[in-house]
């Protein structure tokens, strides 16, 4: 009854209007986008007392992701390094020091309409030196080339053009009811940042952009003296400069593809592969962003199907927007490696992550993360649950 009960009541928030606006993010169906971002997370923490020796554990990430979109073309980057270590309570816990590094760079070619065929190549690499785990090779890297049918827009211009004006409103700068189409060619306009850099300068830039966002709101006949002003102008720049505003992403793709597995860690190289993924993001109101994505994968040793594991892997994520400062991120990893030798265990691994981040200026976060593990490698396996709490800084570079 009380599972019935918190079902009820989560589907009823989702349900909920976040906001009195006609307009809904999934309106945005404009591809054009330049996005980038790189963030430096560091966390720490120390135990002692009623122990045989200080036990602690630390993490640091460096993490980059990159989008450049049009209609025809997309092209995406991303890389994530990753360094741990820690020490156990008892005298005979040495520290344990792990880092890894993954990188990946993917573009789509699309044939045109709104759910689009497209064609894809992708370049993986991976590097791990992890010194609890026993791995035969320290590399992985992998290319793939095929195709797939669907599009997700990134909507992220128009939840800044709709904090934009509800700034705007709230200074009396506006005046009135904004239309639906004057919102999304003021998103329009937001989007285009790296085209105004790139015909103005850096240094200039700022100026033209905001003109033309001025241009928008004056066709709408709603601002105030018909212009921004000073304050209207402060405003905007707080708004997409220094706030954050969380990612927003809308649509589905499904694609597969053969690839060549160049190496991996278990040692098996100069293979074919085959990866099919499936990937779903939709926004709920303006508070909630929920993206999953279903993958499979197997290697194809001397061209058998089946000969070698087969590797599904299901991330989701949930976040809420709590305040403009504040944003509460979920997510849960489910691995399952099914091995070709039936005698052999399946292995799953389910990993589940709680975490909240403060945004103290543009570029200061404090994060919290709490993380629970659980590994089941078969009935004579350690598989007890992990759980591990940070409390960290995240800076964010560019």
């Known amino acids: 009854m009380k599972r019935k009960v918190w079902a009820s009541a989560l589907a009823l928030l989702l349900a909920l209007p976040a906001t009195g606006l006609a307009i809904e993010l999934t309106d945005y169906t404009e591809t054009d986008i330049y996005y980038q971002d790189a963030e430096l997370t560091a966390m720490f923490t120390w135990k002692d007392g009623n122990q045989d020796q200080p036990s602690y554990s630390g993490l640091g990430e460096v ?11 997309k ?25 890894k590094f993954d990188a990946w760079s993917d573009a789509k070619l699309y044939q045109g309409g709104a759910n689009e065929l497209f064609y894809f190549g992708r370049l993986e690499y991976g590097y791990r030196n992890l010194e609890s785990a026993n791995l035969p090779e320290n590399n992985r890297a992998e290319a793939l080339i095929g195709a797939g049918y669907g599009r ?28 639906d189409a004057s919102y999304l060619r003021l998103a329009a306009v937001i989007a285009k940042e790296q085209e105004y850099k790139s015909r103005y300068s850096l240094k200039e830039y700022e100026k033209f952009w905001y003109e033309a966002m001025e241009e928008v709101l004056r066709a709408e006949g709603i601002l105030m003296d018909d212009t921004l002003g000073a304050m209207g102008v402060i405003r905007i720049q707080d708004i997409l400069t220094v706030e954050n505003v969380l990612e927003r992403k809308h649509g589905w793709e499904v694609r597969a593809g053969l690839g060549f597995l160049i190496t991996d860690y278990s040692g098996n190289e100069a293979d074919p592969l085959v990866r099919a993924t499936y990937e779903y993001a939709r926004p709920f109101g303006l508070k909630w962003q929920f993206i999953n994505s279903l993958s499979y994968a197997t290697v194809l040793e001397d061209w058998d199907f089946g000969d070698t594991d087969h590797n599904f892997n299901n991330l989701m994520s949930l976040t809420y927007e709590v305040t403009e400062m504040i944003d509460w991120i979920n997510k849960w990893e489910f691995d399952l490696l099914i091995p070709a030798d039936s005698v052999e265990d399946d292995v799953y691994l389910n990993g589940v992550e709680t975490r909240l981040e403060f945004y103290v200026t543009n570029t200061v976060d404090l994060v919290t993360s709490l993380r629970f593990d659980h590994k089941d490698a078969g009935t004579n396996q350690d598989d007890d649950v992990v759980t591990t709490f940070y409390v960290g800084v995240t800076y964010t570079i560019f």
């Open 63 to 73: 993490d980059f992701d990159m989008e450049y979109s049009t209609q025809p073309m």
């Open 75 to 99: 092209w995406g980057a991303g890389a994530i390094g990753t360094g741990d270590f820690s020490r156990g309570p008892d005298n005979n816990n040495n520290s344990v020091e792990n880092f």
């Open 152 to 179: 997700i827009i990134t909507a992220t211009p128009l939840m800044k053009a709709i904090r934009a004006v509800e700034d705007l409103q709230k200074y009396g700068i506006i005046q009135g009811a904004v239309s």
